[in-house]
């Protein structure tokens, strides 16, 4: 039985067989021309829709400056999940899903908009039976977060009544710096119970990093190795093969640490180091990740443990691409990181002295997510000099994306008359051990917020955390000099293979 104030075991049980429904609901979503809703948040409503995870009056409301109807409205969502869902089409479906749906225009600042949006909510709430219960999707630039939740509140749109709901879900960089988060999250609070505010990080919905915890606590074999005894070192890489793409408004001055160290990378940092939580009630959860960030510790000399650099033009797959600099709304003189290389260590009895190198990238080699958990070398080898010389340390590598799980490498005989010893692997893939695709995280976490499940989405204090971990850096690469260089489509800059090679480690050609 959980030891957790508030855990129900019974309802927990009860929830793991019962599919997770979401109850009356509907989702407004600010910012609903932009990238991540057409890609990503559009899609994933029609796929819970086809997957009979939404309500039937379940209701989409898009807020945006586009001069459209709501049959525009429909039209691009209609579009969206042509080009993007992950399951079939259904006419059936389709047409059940664009009865709820509406489209109100304005400015964030316009206060017509938001009366015309409250209203909009209530003749849903008659038509289409949602109950009062409403998320409001912030997928807007992070500075205009504060506007649209004040705004929120002035129209009484963040008013929570009795037996309804009313929840605001953040997209990040929640904040830029410590300061900013800490200001952003005061202001939120001031609005919305914190039991009623999600900050995403996409991250946690994939079902790979949620694997990190069933790999580490639901079997034996891996927890009595998984700490400084064993493990020489982590590698967790965040390696894209795009660019920044029609985004320069929204990556320019905020770059790769900002955009995914201090998030995903961190995230998948914390969990792969923390401690076993006594259950995975949010408390215990949260508990748990919050000591090992609380124990991340920064080299001393950041010039030499940190790398930050800029993608050049380059040949890329046999096509030509900008440089960082040359893109569409890029400043020619822009310091801003396209890529991040940065050491840590971890301050707990588990971790004292085990490195752990955080990489992330645009225009690298290829698209890869993974963490490498390498192993220190046997002691001693009973070899022939030479029987051994090809071999590596062993590794445990979870595949977060593409080609999702698990990897082990280790060292085999070559067949042969003579012992001689070479790396070989062995494999778990996704895609051939379970018949049913995963869900995209936006499907998951979505539905998470409907339901009120907060276990996937980072509390207030890992965002600071994370920025406290972060801010130092980033302070010390505004004060020295530039970024370095690196040809699109490699593996970054030498600088960043000379910071592993003064440790005597080099980096995973993924
Ligand atoms: C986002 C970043 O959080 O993650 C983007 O802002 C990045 O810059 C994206 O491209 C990558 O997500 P995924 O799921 O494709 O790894």
Same mark, same amino acid.
């Given at each position: 039985m959980s030891a957790v104030p508030g855990a129900n075991p019974l309802r927990d049980a009860q929830d793991r067989r019962l599919p997770r429904i979401a109850g009356p609901s509907g989702l407004v979503i600010f910012g609903v021309t932009g990238d991540l809703s057409r890609k990503k948040l559009m899609p994933a409503v029609y796929d819970l829709a086809n997957r009979g995870l939404l309500p039937p009056g379940f209701s989409l409301i898009g807020f945006a400056?586009? @001069?459209?109807?709501d049959e525009d409205f429909a039209q691009v969502v209609h579009d969206a999940v042509k080009e993007h869902a992950r399951t079939p089409f259904r006419e059936e479906v389709w047409q059940q899903l664009i009865q709820g749906m509406r489209f109100v225009q304005g400015n964030f600042d316009d206060d017509e908009a938001f009366e015309t949006l409250k209203a909009t909510i209530q003749e849903l709430d008659q038509a289409?039976?949602?109950?009062?219960n409403y998320a409001f999707y912030?997928?807007?630039?992070?500075?205009f977060f504060p506007k649209v939740v004040q705004q929120l509140k002035k129209h009484g749109l963040a008013d929570q009544k009795e037996g309804s709901w009313r929840r605001a879900v953040i997209e990040k960089p929640f904040g830029h710096d410590l300061a900013s988060a800490q200001e952003l999250n005061q202001l939120v609070h001031d609005v919305f119970p914190p039991n009623e505010v999600f900050r995403i990080d996409h991250y946690l919905g994939k079902e790979t990093v949620q694997n990190i915890l069933a790999l580490r606590f639901a079997n034996t074999m891996f927890e009595p190795i998984w700490n400084r005894s064993y493990v020489d070192h982590v590698q967790i890489t965040m390696a894209e093969d795009i660019g920044i793409g029609g985004r320069a408004g929204y990556y320019d001055g905020i770059g790769a640490a900002r955009d995914v160290i201090q998030n995903h990378l961190l995230q998948l940092l914390a969990l792969t180091a923390m401690e076993e939580p006594g259950s995975f009630h949010p408390k215990a959860l949260v508990a748990e990740k919050l000591k090992v960030l609380t124990a991340v510790e920064l080299p001393e000399d950041l010039g030499l443990h940190t790398v930050r650099a800029q993608y050049e033009h380059a040949w890329q797959g046999g096509q030509e691409v900008l440089g960082y600099c040359e893109e @569409?709304?890029? @400043?020619?003189k822009s310091t801003t990181d396209t890529y991040a290389a940065i050491k840590l260590t971890i301050n707990n009895r588990r971790w004292a002295g085990v490195p752990f190198y955080l990489r992330t990238g645009k225009r690298l080699g290829r698209r890869v997510t993974e963490i490498a958990v390498v192993f220190k070398r046997a002691p001693y080898l009973p070899f022939e000099s030479g029987a051994t010389e090809e071999l590596g340390g062993n590794a445990l590598v979870i595949r977060v994306q593409p080609d999702e799980g698990v990897t082990v490498r280790f060292g085999s005989k070559v067949p042969g008359t003579s012992m001689e010893v070479r790396d070989v692997t062995m494999d778990f893939a996704y895609g051939e051990s379970f018949t049913e695709s995963s869900p995209e995280a936006y499907e998951r976490l979505l539905l998470d917020v409907l339901l009120g499940d907060a276990n996937l989405f980072p509390r207030h204090q890992e965002v600071e955390l994370s920025w406290t971990i972060l801010d130092p850096i980033e302070e010390y690469w505004a004060e020295h000099g530039k970024p370095a260089k690196y040809p699109a489509g490699t593996w970054g800059p030498a600088e960043a293979d000379e910071m592993l090679a003064r440790d005597g480690r080099s980096w995973r050609r993924p």
């Open positions: 400056r586009r @001069d459209w109807e289409q039976g949602t109950g009062g912030l997928s807007v630039p992070p500075k @569409d709304g890029i @400043d020619p």
